[in-house]
């Protein structure tokens, strides 16, 4: 029995690495493009770093949309697949980057008519308002592409293809690498624009994403394909996963604003240290644990679609122990040495101190958050996206806001309350998804949706669509 669990765990893991070592690689690049653009943007002036920092507050809200619009993409690809829906699946994906496109048109608007008042509503100078408000423009000019891109990627991830938006996104992110390089400094006889050349290579980037995509799933090179909309049961669906992850984005963004507040309540250096702690941490350890996080949600929605129950739920704990082990492992070692990691973002003692003992946090933590986001990668495959939601607004209002002022200010702890408030979300966020993940309804209720758009009793045949009346 030992022996038949060790293989079945094995074949797991196998198949999560397979499906995860892209999406993997797919965050190194996305993260080395985000560095070259603030390296460029700090050789112009302190005043465009500060007005690209200010508008990607903004920025976030079309990434924040995105990334919940592509977890519903996801999870509906995901079972269809399993079971073998076609043509339900093919209008899922379609009816999500419909809706991805179409939900980032009103970006383009407040970025024209309110980006530079945008700005300056944050208390910006003028001349940062009105840089930042030009950055802001431009940028949220592709908003559209870029729904379209994330949802697009996460619907392909969903039918096992995680390799497609890996090569698109590596190129992209290699393309805007270059153009933010290229047009900001004005490299090689191209015109020196400023922040301007910034912002043109990052929604370029994003048009090129999108377009190479649809183009992708338009031809015979993914296993999805188009097809027309006339599901109102799907569109609803998709709105319904999605909300609490866009929900779960939106309250993320939202703590950052008093927990940030609070560290400021300690010195800039504290907040500073903060910034690099987190970034040390998150630089060898979040390729892997968003890899199995999109990993979890193939795997357990493929296998509900296919009616596996028992197989979904063994996935499940079989990824969460992998990512324990793996992440777990890096996040002890960035534990271990983690004055040795911040020295490698700066050389100011004050500042190294605290950035160590975030890191060391983050590290001792590492394991809570790798199981964390695999559960709620696994409940997403299954259609749960409200367990998930709770988790991380309890933790990150309860622990992370309201233990470590309590902690901090309150008791006397200083800066040591925070870093117990940044370990315990995780952990508290982890308690309520591996209760949700263990004890909810989640299969129950994947199962009757797929029942109500007809999923269930699909044929395979990806030309006769399934009947939801039959």
């Known amino acids: 029995m030992d022996t038949s669990v060790r293989e079945r765990g094995l074949a797991v893991w196998r198949r999560v690495l397979d499906l995860s070592w892209p999406v993997m690689v797919q965050h190194v690049f996305r993260t080395l493009m985000r560095t070259t653009d603030i390296v460029v943007t700090g050789l112009f002036s302190p005043a465009a770093v500060a007005a690209v920092g200010l508008a990607d507050l903004y920025a976030r809200l079309p990434l924040r949309i995105g990334l919940g619009l592509g977890g519903g993409a996801i999870a509906l690809s995901s079972q269809d697949t399993g079971g073998e829906a076609i043509a339900n699946r093919d209008e899922a994906v379609t009816q999500a980057l419909l809706i991805g496109a179409l939900s980032g048109v009103p970006f383009v608007a407040f970025g024209f008519l309110f980006g530079e008042a945008a700005i ?50 590596v190129t992209s992110s290699m393309l805007n690498i270059a153009g933010s390089a290229v047009l900001g400094l004005g490299l090689f006889g191209a015109p020196r624009l400023g922040i301007v050349g910034v912002g043109l290579a990052t929604a370029v980037g994003n048009t090129v994403t999108a377009s190479a995509l649809v183009v992708a799933i338009y031809g015979d090179w993914t296993a999805a394909s188009f097809r027309r909309p006339r599901d109102a049961v799907i569109a609803k669906q998709l709105l319904a996963v999605s909300a609490p ?38 630089q060898v350890t979040a ?171 699909s044929t395979g045949d990806p030309d006769v669509p399934s009947d939801p009346t039959d």
């Open 120 to 169: 300056a509503l944050l208390g910006a100078p003028a001349n940062v308002a009105e840089m930042g408000g030009t950055y802001l423009a431009i940028v949220f000019a592709s908003a559209p592409a870029r729904h379209v891109a994330l949802v697009g990627a996460r619907a392909l991830q969903g039918t096992g293809d995680t390799r497609t938006p890996m090569y698109v996104d």
């Open 245 to 282: 992850r866009i929900g779960e984005g939106l309250v993320a963004t939202a703590a950052e604003f008093p927990f940030n507040a609070l560290l400021l309540g300690f010195g800039t250096e504290v907040n500073a240290a903060y910034q690099i702690g987190r970034r040390a941490y998150q």
């Open 287 to 457: 390729p892997l644990a968003r890899g199995y996080n999109t990993a979890a949600s193939v795997v357990v929605g493929q296998s509900l679609g296919s009616s596996d129950v028992d197989g979904a739920r063994f996935q499940g704990w079989a990824t969460a122990a992998l990512a324990v082990l793996t992440v777990g492992a890096i996040g002890l070692v960035v534990a271990l040495f983690s004055h040795e990691f911040v020295a490698l973002f700066t050389d100011d003692a004050e500042t190294a101190r605290y950035a160590a003992g975030f890191a060391r946090a983050y590290g001792l933590a590492a394991p809570a958050l790798a199981a964390y986001l695999v559960f709620a990668g696994a409940l997403q495959g299954g259609s749960d996206t409200r367990t998930p939601f709770i988790a991380r607004a309890t933790g990150l209002f309860g622990f992370l806001l309201g233990f470590s002022y309590l902690t901090s200010v309150v008791l006397g702890w200083g800066v040591t309350g925070v870093y117990a408030g940044v370990a315990l979300q995780f952990v508290w966020s982890l308690a309520v998804v591996g209760w949700g993940f263990a004890r909810g309804d989640w299969a129950t209720t994947a199962a009757a949706m797929m029942d109500a758009r007809g999923s269930s009793d």
